[in-house]
C-alpha cells in the first residue's frame, strides 16, 4: 500500500548526542516536509525539500540538518545543538502541485534524557 | 500567509452537526481555507478547502462568508471519531509551506 512512514514510532536518546528519525514515502512525491509539535500547540515547519538534492529551512531550523539524496526519504537529524529537542516529530509529503493535500506519517516521539 | 484565530475547545453531541469557526480577518484575494485535524497522536490529515465559494466532500461542508473573513467547517453527523484538533489555515496556492496555529480541540461526547 502506498503510503508515508516514519520510525520508530518512540525514540529515547541521552542528552548532547545527535539523532537521525526516518522519513520514507512511496507515493512518488516530489515535496517532503518535517514538523515539530510540541505539547498542546500547533505544528511548527523544521525544513521541506521540493527536490532531490535541494531543500530549503522553515521556521525553525536551528539545530535541525536533512538530506535529500533520494526521491523517497528525507531522513531529519537532530543535532546537540538543539537545545529542546523532546518533542513530537511529523514527517509529510504532497505532490507540487497539490502542496495543501500533503499526507502525513504517523510521527516519531523523541524524548531525550 | 494571513493567520487564524480558532476558539481553543469545543464539545458536541454525538449525531449532531458540529460547527467549527475560524477567523481570518486578514485574509488576502489569493489566500484559500484550508481544514486539516489530527487525532491523538497521529498525524494531520486534510479534510476540506476552499477559495471561496462554499465546498463540500465526504467529510465535510466548508462554508466562507463573502467578504471571506471568517469560515465555518461542519461536520453533519459527528461520531465519537471525530475527537480529534481541528486546525484552520490560510495559505496561498503554491506557498509551499502550511502554517498551523493551535487549532480547535473538538470533542464528541455520547
Known amino acids: 500500500d502506498g503510503g508515508i512512514t516514519q520510525s520508530p514510532k518512540y525514540l529515547f536518546r541521552k542528552e548532547g548526542q545527535n539523532v537521525t528519525l526516518s522519513c520514507e514515502q512511496n507515493?512518488?512525491?516530489?515535496?517532503m516536509y518535517w514538523y515539530r509539535q510540541d505539547p498542546g500547540q500547533g505544528l511548527r515547519l523544521i525544513y521541506y525539500s521540493q527536490i532531490v538534492n535541494d531543500f530549503q529551512k522553515g521556521d525553525i531550523a536551528e539545530g535541525y540538518s536533512v538530506s535529500r539524496e533520494k526521491k523517497e526519504s528525507f531522513p531529519l537529524t537532530v543535532t546537540s545543538a538543539q537545545k529542546n529537542p523532546t518533542a513530537f516529530y511529523l514527517c509529510a509529503s504532497s505532490i507540487l502541485t497539490r502542496e495543501h493535500e500533503a499526507f502525513f506519517g504517523q510521527g516519531t516521539r523523541l524524548t531525550v534524557v | 500567509d494571513a493567520k487564524t484565530t480558532q476558539p481553543p475547545s469545543m464539545d458536541c453531541a454525538e449525531g449532531r452537526a458540529a460547527n467549527l469557526p475560524c477567523n481570518h480577518s486578514?485574509?488576502?484575494?489569493?489566500?484559500?481555507v484550508y481544514w486539516y485535524r489530527q487525532i491523538h497522536s497521529q498525524g494531520p490529515q486534510y479534510i476540506i478547502h476552499?477559495?471561496?465559494n462554499n465546498e463540500t466532500n465526504e467529510m465535510a461542508s466548508l462554508i466562507i462568508t463573502e467578504d471571506r473573513k471568517s469560515s465555518t467547517l461542519i461536520l453533519p453527523h459527528a461520531t465519537l471519531r471525530d475527537t480529534a484538533v481541528y486546525y484552520c489555515?490560510?495559505?496561498?496556492?503554491?506557498?509551499?509551506?502550511?502554517?498551523f496555529g493551535q487549532g480547535t480541540r473538538l470533542t464528541i461526547n455520547p
Open positions: 507515493l512518488n512525491h516530489d515535496a
Open positions: 476552499g477559495l471561496k
Open positions: 486578514t485574509i488576502s484575494g489569493n489566500e484559500y
Open positions: 489555515i490560510v495559505r496561498a496556492e503554491g506557498a509551499q509551506k502550511l502554517v
